[in-house]
């Protein structure tokens, strides 16, 4: 699909412009087995603490800091007994003796002992108060629970408020003595003062609250290892397999052959140029749209081959692109210049057309809800219109060119759309404000990224940018290594949390990109022409496809899937071992 000043109609093979270019903590889980912890299952006096001493290549871990942090995993994993034993055995406690002493009597509701022990740890004056303030808020909801309401007006006037501390929180407490049901409202249960399970609410807030060295994170070593592994998928640029396939058995490193580089079909039913492919939101299917005036619905199947399911006639001039419904039952076509069509997805039926007299559509998207549908027009103006085609919505003005992609965000408040030539414009409908982003270049087309947070944009010299476009926008990274000269080249999101930047070129391959670090991972040979527009699978992380002026749709997977048998014809498709 051919870029053209704003003035010329958007022919396919229209050239471009000359000149190319610190509060209260909240809870957790429960912690594991407190009494263990306490060190009364060790048969020996503790005699090394090992503070000294360091382990590992490069002499960075501390001894006693990693044996603690294998005692804390042990009881929280329900080893109690293996975890009192690496005490023993170590020679290194979990806990020094007056934390003990203080997360039992914590553990046992002796609410004023534990206070006074907290003094003796050793704690900063602000993580003293607000420990004790934890623990006096307890003692002063339990009194009250046993209707000790004097007992517990004592507590909050000499001992809760004289640490001045959430001054807030203290007149929400004593509004509890005049109104037990603001209890409710605080969110505090009857649940939450009973004995035992007290205590373990407060030590859970405790842990949060308290230094670690003093008191170890809940799952600090789980926490460890996950960051490890997060560390190796964010340096690994070929990442592209679930999470479960991660191991904690050796380093992570993907392979290229974790991308889809190999062609796997070749399917071949439209008479002309293709210039516009998308998969449907589930992966089932495929749409292609068509110099030849035709679109086409084709069918993924659970073994990976495309099917051809509907081809969809009625057209009078070339179809720029489809769009998929949000649940996939139906599909928009969008005539160049010309109307808006659309269809049942199961049974290839047109079920309505959308046009205006004396004004061409030139492209078209779905309301987040299925219910209606938006259009850009060749008069500049973007309508909004429910599905059996009456108007709902219409801006007038400079809101969109003559070539111009749109898009909506999920929330259905935002509409995108190309406004000049070197300009998109992000229409708030709610709160009627329009922003803009600014380009170096003439815009040829954009694409919105499943998060609705990032938008991928295509310019006439020969670069791909990403934009943030949450709040201000803002320009995030720049692919380069494509070739586009003359035509509207497409690219898309894809991968593992759309890791990916897939798009086609003039130069008849696909490019691959590294979403966050911009590196060019592969150039894919294959088609004969331009290739026009990628499009990877949202259902399928290693399959993608690509249009092209050959007449022809690439589907691309990984070299296990490549299919045997050599090539086979059925009229509309061609299965292929590795690249063709």
């Known amino acids: 699909m051919g870029v053209a000043e704003d003035s010329e109609p958007p022919l396919k093979r229209v050239k471009g412009p000359v000149e190319e270019s610190k509060g209260l903590p909240e809870d957790h889980?429960?912690?594991?087995?407190?009494?263990?912890?306490?060190?009364?299952?060790?048969?020996?006096?503790l005699t090394s603490q090992g503070d000294g001493e360091t382990i590992g290549s490069q002499g960075v871990i501390r001894k006693a800091e990693f044996i603690k942090i294998i005692t804390r995993a042990l009881y929280s994993l329900g080893y109690d007994k293996s975890g009192a034993l690496l005490e023993e055995e170590s020679g290194i406690p979990l806990h020094s003796s007056v934390v003990n002493l203080f997360m039992g009597?914590?553990?046992?509701?002796?609410?004023?002992?534990?206070?006074?022990?907290?003094?003796?740890i050793g704690l900063s004056d602000e993580i003293m108060k607000s420990a004790s303030f934890l623990i006096l808020e307890q003692k002063f909801l339990e009194l009250l629970k046993m209707e000790k309401v004097?007992?517990?007006?004592?507590?909050?006037?000499?001992?809760?408020?004289p640490l001045h501390v959430n001054l807030d929180r203290v007149h929400k407490l004593a509004s509890c003595i005049i109104s037990p049901s603001q209890c409710i409202r605080l969110g505090i249960s009857g649940q939450d003062t009973e004995g035992t399970k007290s205590g373990s609410k407060i030590l859970e807030k405790l842990q949060k609250l308290l230094p670690a060295a003093i008191m170890i994170p809940e799952k600090r070593l789980e926490h460890l290892v996950e960051r490890a592994l997060d560390v190796q998928r964010e340096a690994c640029v070929f990442h592209n397999t679930s999470d479960s396939d991660l191991s904690l058995y050796s380093d992570h490193q993907c392979g290229k052959n974790q991308i889809?580089?190999?062609?796997?079909?070749?399917?071949?039913?439209?008479?002309?140029?293709?210039w516009f492919v998308q998969f449907s939101h589930n992966g089932k299917y495929l749409g292609s749209s068509s110099k030849d005036h035709s679109a086409i619905i084709w069918e993924v199947k659970e073994d990976g081959q495309v099917l051809l399911k509907h081809t969809l006639c009625g057209h009078q001039k070339p179809v720029l692109i489809v769009s998929w419904s949000p649940d996939d039952s139906q599909i928009l076509t969008c005539g160049q210049d010309e109307v808006i069509r659309r269809w049942d997805v199961s049974s290839g039926k047109c079920l309505h057309v959308y046009e205006k007299t004396g004004v061409g559509l030139i492209s078209c998207g779905w309301f987040p809800d299925g219910r209606g549908i938006f259009a850009g027009m060749t008069d500049k103006s973007i309508c909004l219109w429910d599905l059996d085609g009456r108007d709902l919505e219409c801006w007038k003005g400079q809101r969109t060119l003559r070539i111009s992609d749109m898009a909506i965000t999920d929330d259905g408040k935002r509409i995108i759309s190309v406004c000049r030539e070197s300009a998109i414009l992000l229409l708030d409908r709610e709160a009627k404000f329009d922003r803009l982003?600014?380009?170096v270049d003439m815009i040829t087309s954009f694409s919105l990224s499943k998060d609705n947070k990032f938008l991928l944009v295509n310019l006439m010299n020969q670069e791909i940018h990403l934009w943030s476009i949450?709040?201000?926008p803002k320009l995030i990274s720049e692919y380069k290594g494509h070739k586009r000269t003359r035509f509207v080249i497409r690219s898309c999101f894809g991968g593992l949390d759309q890791s990916f930047i897939a798009s086609g070129s003039e130069d008849s391959q696909v490019y691959i990109w590294h979403r966050c670090s911009g590196e060019l991972l592969l150039a894919l040979p294959g088609h004969s022409g331009a290739v026009n527009c990628a499009s990877w699978n949202p259902g399928n992380l290693h399959?993608?496809?690509?249009?092209?002026?050959?007449?022809?749709?690439?589907?691309?997977?990984?070299?296990?899937?490549?299919l045997k048998g050599g090539e086979q014809s059925n009229g509309s498709n061609h299965q292929c071992n590795g690249r063709s």
């Open 150 to 161: 004097a007992a517990a007006l004592d507590t909050l006037r000499n001992e809760i408020v």
């Open 470 to 472: 949450e709040g201000d």
């Open 105 to 120: 009597q914590v553990a046992n509701g002796k609410w004023d002992d534990s206070v006074a022990t907290l003094r003796t």
């Open 29 to 45: 889980s429960t912690t594991k087995s407190v009494s263990c912890s306490l060190g009364d299952q060790m048969a020996r006096p």
């Open 437 to 439: 982003i600014e380009e």
């Open 543 to 562: 399959m993608l496809a690509s249009a092209s002026d050959d007449g022809t749709i690439r589907i691309w997977g990984l070299d296990r899937f490549n």
């Open 260 to 274: 889809p580089s190999q062609t796997l079909q070749i399917v071949e039913a439209h008479k002309n140029e293709v």
